[in-house]
T-cell receptor
Framework: RKEVEQDPGPFNVPEGATVAFNCTYS??????FFWYRQDCRKEPKLLMS???SGNEDGRFTAQLNRASQYISLLIRDSKLSDSATYLC?????????????FGDGTTLTVKP | DAGITQSPRHKVTETGTPVTLRCHQT?????MYWYRQDPGHGLRLIHY???????DKGEVSDGYSVSRSKTEDFLLTLESATSSQTSVYFC????????????FGSGTRLTVV
């Protein structure tokens, strides 16, 4: 079993739809969590951190459920430009490297 | 977003040859990382640095070495390239030990033939 698992998709949704991705992690000692966005043949870019209380940035909402060990990303009112692969990242305790573990990503395609 | 640059962007090399990839940052971040990305494996940490001359191994360090003689430069060397090292290599920088997230370079596409 992978330490961080994501549904690879692809998720194909129409413009304006609401779509949600989940990411499960196996290490209960994990301390910090992120979502990254990666466009085709480009580098990953930090989308948002995920806090225990949940956090929102415009159309994007991230949530953490420590009891069930998953994080989620909700995208409201999807735009064509949201088409990308979304990577979740889980970090262990704050060591020198942070021991980041990346999920393999969930691919989203938003269609007109 | 020019705070981190990688060179070269693309490289084709022959099996058995040494290859060095360069990562340069202008952000004065303490932490620098080398990842490789392959289909089905996501991003995997090769080596990282937490200061000048301070480096450590990551998950997939065999066949790779690194050096950091200046804050701004982090070099990744494939000592004797193999076909299994064909990959996309990303450098990343972080102002904290990953807890603040990373900024990635544009990547180097390496093909070993």
């Amino acid at each position: 079993r992978k330490e961080v698992e994501q549904d690879p998709g692809p998720f194909n949704v129409p413009e304006g739809a609401t779509v949600a991705f989940n990411c499960t992690y196996s290490n209960s000692a994990s301390q910090s969590f992120f979502w990254y966005r990666q466009d085709c043949r480009k580098e990953p870019k930090l989308l948002m951190s995920v806090y225990s209380s949940g956090n929102e940035d415009g159309r994007f909402t991230a949530q953490l459920n420590r009891a069930s060990q998953y994080i989620s990303l909700l995208i409201r009112d999807s735009k064509l430009s949201d088409s990308a692969t979304y990577l979740c990242v889980v970090n262990e305790a704050d060591t020198n490297a942070g021991k980041s573990t990346f999920g393999d990503g969930t691919t989203l395609t938003v269609k007109p | 977003d020019a705070g981190i640059t990688q060179s070269p962007r693309h490289k084709v090399t022959e099996t058995g040859t040494p290859v060095t990839l360069r990562c340069h940052q202008t952000e004065n971040h303490r932490y620098m990382y080398w990842y490789r990305q392959d289909p089905g494996h996501g991003l995997r940490l090769i080596h990282y640095s937490y200061g000048v001359k301070d480096t450590d191994k990551g998950e997939v360090s065999d066949g790779y070495s690194v050096s950091r003689s200046k804050t701004e430069d982090f070099l990744l060397t494939l000592e004797s390239a193999t076909s299994s090292q064909t990959s996309v290599y990303f450098c990343a920088i972080g102002r904290g030990a990953a807890s603040y997230g990373y900024t990635f370079g544009s990547g180097t596409r390496l093909t070993v033939v």
